[in-house]
C-alpha cells in the first residue's frame, strides 16, 4: 500500500497563491491516483481535485475550478495542489490521498495523509 505525507500548507492572504505537495512512499511501484480533500472547521471533508496515475486526467471541484491545478511528478513520487487566487473560504486542512486507479468520479480512498492547514486571511 501507498503511504502519503502532505506539507506546504501556510498563512496566506486573499488573492495570493500556495503550493501543497504529496509525498508518497511504501509501494509506489503501483500505479495509484492521488486525491486532494479539505476540511473546514465545523464541516465534512469534501473533495477538491484528484490527478490518474499517468497525470492525463483531471477532476475538480466546481469551487475550485480555474483557481487550483493538480499535478504530479511519478519520478519524484510526489503530487502537488497549486492554489491561486486563494479566497477566505478556501481556508480549511487539505488532506492527499491514495488509492488503486479507478474513475475519478469516484471520491472513496485508502490512503490518507495527516493532513496540513492553510489559512486565509482578509
Not at 25 to 49: C, H, L, N, Y
Not at 81 to 107: F, G, H, I
Request: hydrophobic letters at 35%; proline letters at 2%.
Amino acid at each position: 500500500q501507498v503511504q502519503v505525507a502532505e506539507s506546504g500548507g501556510g498563512l496566506v492572504q486573499a488573492g495570493g497563491s500556495l503550493r501543497l505537495s504529496c509525498a508518497a512512499s511504501g509501494r509506489t511501484s503501483s500505479m495509484f491516483d492521488i486525491g486532494w480533500f479539505r476540511q473546514a472547521p465545523g464541516k465534512g471533508r469534501e473533495f477538491v481535485a484528484a490527478i490518474s496515475w499517468s497525470g492525463g486526467t483531471t477532476h475538480y471541484a466546481d469551487s475550485v475550478k480555474g483557481r487550483f491545478s493538480i499535478a504530479r511528478d511519478n519520478a519524484k513520487n510526489t503530487g502537488y495542489l497549486q492554489m491561486n487566487n486563494l479566497k477566505t473560504e478556501d481556508t480549511a486542512v487539505y488532506y492527499c490521498a491514495a488509492r488503486a486507479p479507478r474513475s475519478l468520479l469516484l471520491p472513496m480512498y485508502d490512503s490518507w495523509g495527516q493532513g496540513t492547514q492553510v489559512t486565509v486571511s482578509s
